[in-house]
Nanobody, 133 residues
Framework: QVRLVESGGGSVQAGGSLRLSCAAS?????????LGWFRQAPEKRREGVAG???????IYADSVKGRFTISKDNANNFLYLQMNSLKPEDSGMYYC??????????????????????????WGKGIPVTVSG
């Protein structure tokens, strides 16, 4: 059973940085997974922030390009999101997610954000990020 656990959230002043981590376990050996970060602000829909395709390509929402970096540690099954130059509009619950994918893309641009084409299979419980300014 896949389990995703986020950590590293918190409160920060505008312009500051946070690094989110996601510890993954239960992945099936030999199965490929796309990984991504999503967020949801109060009274808003959940939106994609950044994703890594099975071929290693990264995709970002326009609103975070140049400020956020997604990365993964395959050896230790960690996914990260380095968030710099944070803005108040970056506040919300951040979720780590994974999707089994044998070929093709998991993510696609959707206006200023990205979305999961087929829907992510596994989700973490989320972690809050608050940016005050």
């Amino acid at each position: 059973q896949v389990r995703l656990v986020e950590s590293g959230g918190g409160s920060v002043q505008a312009g500051g940085s946070l690094r989110l981590s996601c510890a993954a376990s239960g992945f099936t050996a030999g199965t490929r997974y796309c990984l991504g970060w999503f967020r949801q602000a109060p009274e808003k829909r959940r939106e994609g922030v950044a994703g890594i395709e099975i071929d290693g390509r990264e995709i970002y929402a326009d609103s975070v390009k140049g400020r956020f970096t997604i990365s993964k540690d395959n050896a230790n099954n960690f996914l990260y999101l380095q968030m710099n130059s944070l803005k108040p509009e970056d506040s919300g619950m951040y979720y780590c997610a994974a999707e089994r994918m044998s070929q093709g893309n998991c993510f696609a641009p959707l206006g200023p954000t990205i979305h999961s084409i087929y829907g992510m299979d596994y989700w973490g419980k989320g972690i809050p990020v608050t940016v005050s300014g």
